[in-house]
T-cell receptor, first 114, second 111 residues
Framework: DGGITQSPKYLFRKEGQNVTLSCEQN?????MYWYRQDPGQGLRLIYY???????QKGDIAEGYSVSREKKESFPLTVTSAQKNPTAFYLC?????????????FGPGTRLTVL | AQSVTQLDSQVPVFEEAPVELRCNYS??????LFWYVQYPNQGLQLLLK??????LVKGINGFEAEFNKSQTSFHLRKPSVHISDTAEYFC?????????FGKGTRLHILP
């Protein structure tokens, strides 16, 4: 089955700790994205990558970092610099970064800072 | 610059009644429009999209949407809803360098 997997489903973090969220896809898609979802706010773009070894900041990149060393993988690190990291994080991919390309989403990771 | 507005944050509707979820957009360039659905504690999945051609677009699960360029709208409709349609629905617009999502509309199905 082709798709996008995110792990873990739930993640708890103490203040001051960095955590890394995993995102893997086997759809052979070039483009990958990370979104943050808060109640009533919709989806906000954190980072995106159009191709391996390249990525760009989205609208709310501060306090986050990413890497794209493999086509299949796009991990997101939430650093201690992120002031309010508790949220639902969604990873997505698309065949390309074109305007008509459908994005396919993973099941999400819910991060809670204790 | 582009923006998208979903006019209702929540919509309650009785089972088997029709529903319309409203979406308006603004853009200085040609746009492509999408509706996604998110079931509780899941990711989003595509319901339908408008790229070009016929302004009436049919999607999965009996949903359809109509692109209205003069009113800059892309409202989502279903003639008869089912309890399984309980979800959050997101309108999205693409046309510049990235896709912009609306804030979502929660559809509550009443028995």
């Amino acid at each position: 089955d082709g798709g996008i997997t995110q792990s873990p489903k739930y993640l708890f973090r103490k203040e001051g700790q960095n955590v890394t969220l995993s995102c893997e896809q086997n759809l052979n898609h070039d483009a990958m994205y990370w979104y943050r979802q808060d109640p009533g706010q919709g989806l906000r773009l954190i980072y995106y990558s159009q191709i391996v070894n390249d990525f760009q900041k989205g609208d709310i990149a501060e306090g986050y970092s990413v890497s794209r060393e493999k086509k299949e993988s796009f991990p997101l690190t939430v650093t201690s610099a992120q002031k309010n990291p508790t949220a639902f994080y969604l990873c997505a991919s698309s065949i390309g970064a074109g305007n008509t390309d459908t994005q396919y989403f993973g099941p999400g990771t819910r991060l809670t800072v204790l | 610059a582009q923006s998208v507005t979903q006019l209702d944050s929540q919509v309650p509707v009785f089972e088997e009644a029709p529903v319309e979820l409203r979406c308006n957009y603004s853009s200085s360039v040609s746009v492509y429009l999408f509706w996604y659905v998110q079931y509780p504690n899941q990711g989003l999945q595509l319901l339908l999209k408008y790229l070009s051609g016929s302004t009436l677009v049919k999607g999965i699960n009996g949903f359809e949407a109509e692109f209205n360029k003069s009113q800059t709208s892309f409202h989502l409709r279903k003639p008869s809803v089912h309890i399984s349609d309980t979800a959050e629905y997101f309108c999205a617009v693409s046309g510049g360098d990235k896709i912009i999502f609306g804030k979502g509309t929660r559809l509550h199905i009443l028995p």
